[in-house]
């Protein structure tokens, strides 16, 4: 599979543009005034990298727009993380009293994304960069890829609690949960599951149109 290698079309290069734009202003709000320093460079150090791959990529590898607009949708859920700190987000405290929960769910929501996002970005990676476009192989690598990067993530934290002590409290947000690394992975699982089955005909539609685009460009 070939990938493609051309300057998008005006119109579609708007919403990449705009979701762009976004995040940069989002990332600004953010970072004014966060609970823990520290704790918003580490969650939302995905953004800071990879907004200017995405950026400097956009005429070798152009996105799909489904992918750009959920990158955007992902940088914000790790930009407000960052900000209060997934254990005290305003929106899960809500959620917590109103449903009468024993803890924040947000993180919870954190890890469905870090599972339903990524899932289309390594579908899309494989589908332009790999034989796997249209296998059957393409729906279970993908998840397994995405539960892969969940474990990667589980490590890096644990790494986190072991330099940073207590410091690190704030970024594990297990609040008293001694099964929280459990449920982030399956929490990412299920994202990635349900997005493969949601998402993949849209997402194969306009990988479609991305690729006619192409040629009709060269």
Known sequence: MTVLAHPAPPARRLLPALSAALVVVALAVSAWGPKDRTTWFLETVWVLVGLPLAVLARRRFPLTNLLCVLLAAHALVLMVGGHWTYAE???????????????????????????????????ELLSRTSPLRGSRWLAPLTVCACLAFSAVFEMLEWLAAVVGGQAADAFLATQGDVWDTQWDMFCALIGATVSVLVLSRVHDRQLAALEEAGRRAA
């Open 89 to 123: 987000v305003p929106a899960g405290d809500w959620v917590r009293d109103a449903f009468g929960l024993d803890r924040n769910p947000y993180d919870r929501f954190g890890h469905l994304m870090q599972g339903f996002v990524p899932a289309v970005l390594v579908r």
